[in-house]
């Protein structure tokens, strides 16, 4: 049972877009919601995360969107620049010494 | 942020011998972390939680006996993988969770090693 849904697998953007990311999880005891980048090669990097007691953080280009009734949440990368490819997971964990949940992950390319 | 240092960044053993990738936090205590395998292009598999003081929680279908997990300290954990055979090669992650930072419960990860056994 997958427990967080990413989509799309791979996504393509031209340089200045809006990449856009989506996530939707079950557990519903979940409350952290990080988003990594993951360079070939390198151990993922926290970029930003977000608890369900707020609907939207932004933190420079990139903006958590988090909707608790429908159980998602989503990654916005405003002005996507070709340093911005890399894969991208989406994760959830709760309160405790619990491990994230993460979902499959989505290579993005942005093309000039 | 926080940083958690992976040592070796790649290892290539011999079959049949024991290879130590160690894991620690060097600015925060870190009284839980965790392994991961990740395979080529795909997401991160949960191996083990591994708890200060305590020992490891594995997840189902990976062998304890062959992927030694040891948290002595709450800056330091190791992941000794056991009588290496060549699936075994991968690229292993550690994470440990910050949470005393000011975030709260933030989990960090390593940069990862990549072993490959020949």
């Known amino acids: 049972q997958q427990q967080v849904k990413q989509s799309p697998q791979s996504l393509i953007v031209q340089k200045g877009g809006i990449s856009i990311i989506n996530c939707a999880y079950e557990n519903t005891a979940f409350d952290y919601f990080p988003w990594y980048q993951q360079f070939p090669g390198k151990g993922p990097a926290l970029l930003i995360a977000?608890?369900?007691?707020?609907s939207e953080k932004k933190e420079g280009r990139f903006t958590i969107s988090f909707n608790k009734s429908a159980k998602q949440f989503s990654l916005h990368i405003m002005d996507s620049q070709p340093g911005d490819s890399a894969t991208y997971f989406c994760a959830a964990s709760y309160s405790g010494n619990t491990p994230l949940v993460f979902g499959k992950g989505t290579r993005l390319s942005v093309i000039a | 942020g926080a940083v958690v240092s992976q040592h070796p960044s790649r290892v290539i053993c011999k079959s049949g011998t024991s290879v130590k990738i160690e894991c620690r936090s060097l600015?925060?205590?870190?009284?839980?972390m965790f392994w991961y395998r990740q395979f080529p292009k795909q997401s991160l598999m949960l191996m083990a939680t591994s708890n200060e003081g305590s020992k490891a929680t594995y997840e189902q279908g990976v062998e304890k006996d062959k992927f030694l997990i040891n948290h002595a300290s709450l800056t330091l954990s190791t992941l000794t993988v056991t009588s290496a055979h060549p699936e075994d090669s991968s690229f292993y992650i550690c994470s440990a969770r910050d949470s005393q930072g000011a975030a709260g419960n933030t989990i960090y990860f390593g940069e990862g090693s990549w072993l490959t056994v020949v």
């Open positions: 600015d925060f205590q870190a009284t839980t």
């Open positions: 977000i608890r369900p007691d707020v």
